[in-house]
């Protein structure tokens, strides 16, 4: 394993080692689907594969054999990249925030920002974030601009371009 893989799994990127992986429910069943999935029916079928490519003889020129086992090595490396994250992570349910009129992990959060756009954003974890459907990482620098905020407040999010304000309009939480 790299460097950077090690750095990886120490904790989210920009945090300090031992900062815990936070993730919604839904996105921890989602990485044990995806885990059950590779080890119970994606690697025995590659397995099979490379078993059947290796008793046809030379492996040197055998593509099945030479694709099946790179796939396998992915397989093995996003299993035990899975395995570690799993143990690591910590589940954070946000039907049961408390304090819903502030913005914490799972909070979807509409802001305005200065040029009158509106945006709205769901916390979530690391592993869940997807902009393209307006979920991003709880270490993610608007995240971390809004966490702590009520609607209502002004807050300074740093930007490429400079520091830009933005103002919470709503914060809503799933109901549980």
Same mark, same amino acid.
């Given at each position: 394993?790299?460097?950077?893989?090690?750095?990886?799994?120490?904790? +989210? +990127?920009?945090? #300090?080692?031992?900062? =815990?992986?936070?993730?919604? #429910?839904?996105?921890?069943?989602?990485?044990?689907? $995806?885990?059950?999935?590779?080890?119970?029916?994606?690697?025995?079928?590659?397995?099979?594969?490379?078993?059947?490519?290796?008793?046809? /003889? &030379?492996?040197?020129?055998?593509?099945?054999?030479?694709?099946?086992? @790179? !796939?396998? %090595?992915?397989?093995?490396?996003?299993?035990?990249?899975?395995?570690?994250?799993?143990?690591?992570?910590?589940?954070? &349910? #946000?039907?049961?925030? =408390?304090? !819903?009129?502030?913005?914490?992990? /799972?909070?979807?959060?509409?802001?305005? %920002?200065? &040029? &009158?756009?509106?945006?709205?954003?769901?916390?979530? /974890?690391?592993?869940?974030?997807?902009?393209?459907?307006? !979920?991003?990482?709880?270490?993610?620098?608007?995240? !971390?601009?809004?966490?702590?905020? @009520?609607?209502?407040?002004? %807050? @300074?999010?740093?930007?490429?371009?400079?520091?830009?304000?933005? $103002?919470?309009?709503?914060? @809503?939480? +799933?109901?549980?």
């Amino acid at each position: 394993m790299s460097a950077a893989e090690d750095d990886e799994e120490e904790g +989210p +990127p920009g945090l #300090p080692p031992g900062t =815990p992986f936070y993730m919604t #429910p839904a996105g921890h069943a989602a990485l044990e689907a $995806e885990l059950k999935r590779l080890w119970t029916e994606e690697r025995p079928k590659v397995v099979e594969v490379v078993s059947w490519a290796a008793s046809l /003889g &030379d492996r040197s020129e055998n593509a099945d054999y030479q694709y099946g086992k @790179r !796939r396998l %090595r992915e397989i093995d490396r996003r299993v035990r990249f899975l395995r570690k994250r799993l143990e690591k992570v910590q589940v954070v &349910d #946000p039907t049961k925030t =408390p304090k !819903r009129d502030q913005v914490f992990f /799972g909070a979807t959060v509409t802001y305005v %920002r200065e &040029d &009158d756009a509106e945006v709205t954003v769901t916390i979530v /974890g690391v592993d869940e974030a997807d902009s393209k459907t307006g !979920r991003i990482s709880w270490v993610a620098p608007v995240a !971390r601009a809004l966490l702590g905020g @009520r609607v209502g407040d002004l %807050r @300074r999010l740093r930007t490429p371009q400079g520091v830009e304000e933005i $103002e919470i309009l709503a914060i @809503r939480y +799933p109901e549980g």
